[in-house]
């Protein structure tokens, strides 16, 4: 069965600190894996995407790692700041023959930056 | 990158009543768009595909009539609650693939409608 699973389900960091959120998969076959940011009542705004041959990636404070032969992925956050609460998504895309496969979504990390 | 835009943002419907909403590519043209639902700290659940000019693929589960796409055009799609109950209350986000360029694997995801049905 193809499933994202995301730890921790939440986090509460002090502004400034630096945290590291993890992601498990079993989807196969493997096409890619994106992390998304998604704030309360908004839609998840695309962080990362990493097919396999990547093994990390970086935007501005947000480096993103993937294994995949463990199947699994993490999001560190560097010197985080209040605007960084928000609930972040690791989702898996699946290979589908030569078109895009459909994507599995894990339950999110709800993250909290305290002042 | 690419913009995708929903509207209404929210919407609150009597029971019974239709509710219609919409899913627009700004800068591009998606061929493929997406229509997810989600819970309170759930993830987003897949409802339907909506591929331009032909009919919507439904995920097991989600009825067809009740939830009515259409894809009209190239940077249009919309989602129709037909007969609203207060259990379809949800966040309803759509999503648009992006076939250019360096966009080809990336899906763009609108900012979500807020629906409560009293």
């Known amino acids: 069965k193809n499933q994202v699973e995301q730890s921790p389900q939440s986090l509460i960091i002090l502004e400034g600190k630096n945290c590291t959120l993890q992601?498990?998969?079993?989807?196969?076959?493997?096409?890619?894996l994106r992390w998304y940011k998604q704030d309360t009542g908004r839609g998840p705004v695309s962080l990362t995407i990493?097919?396999?041959?990547?093994n990390t990636k970086s935007n501005g404070r947000y480096t993103a790692t993937l294994d995949a032969d463990t199947k699994q992925s993490s999001l560190h956050i560097t010197a985080s700041q209040l605007s960084d609460s928000a609930s972040y998504i690791c989702?898996?895309?699946?290979?589908?023959?030569?078109?895009?496969?459909?994507?599995?979504f894990g339950r999110g990390t709800q993250l909290t930056v305290w002042p | 990158g690419a913009v995708v835009s929903q509207h209404p943002s929210r919407v609150i419907c009597k029971s019974g009543t239709s509710v219609k909403i919409e899913c627009r590519s700004l800068?591009?043209?998606?061929?493929?768009m997406f229509w997810y639902r989600q819970f309170p700290k759930q993830s987003l659940m897949l409802m339907a595909t909506?591929?331009?000019?032909?009919?919507?693929?439904?995920e097991q589960g989600v009825e067809k009539d009740k939830f009515l796409i259409n894809h009209a055009s190239l940077t249009l799609s919309t989602l129709t609650v037909t007969s609203a109950h207060p259990e379809d209350s949800s966040f309803y986000i759509c999503?648009?693939?992006?076939?250019?360029?360096?966009?080809?694997?990336?899906?763009?995801f609108g900012p979500g409608t807020r629906l409560t049905v009293t």
């Open positions: 989702v898996v895309s699946a290979k589908r023959g030569s078109t895009l496969g459909r994507l599995y």
């Open positions: 800068d591009f043209q998606a061929t493929t």
């Open positions: 992601c498990n998969y079993t989807v196969s076959p493997f096409s890619n």
């Open positions: 909506s591929n331009e000019g032909s009919k919507a693929t439904y």
């Open positions: 999503s648009a693939r992006d076939p250019s360029g360096t966009g080809a694997y990336e899906q763009y």
């Open positions: 990493m097919t396999f041959s990547e």
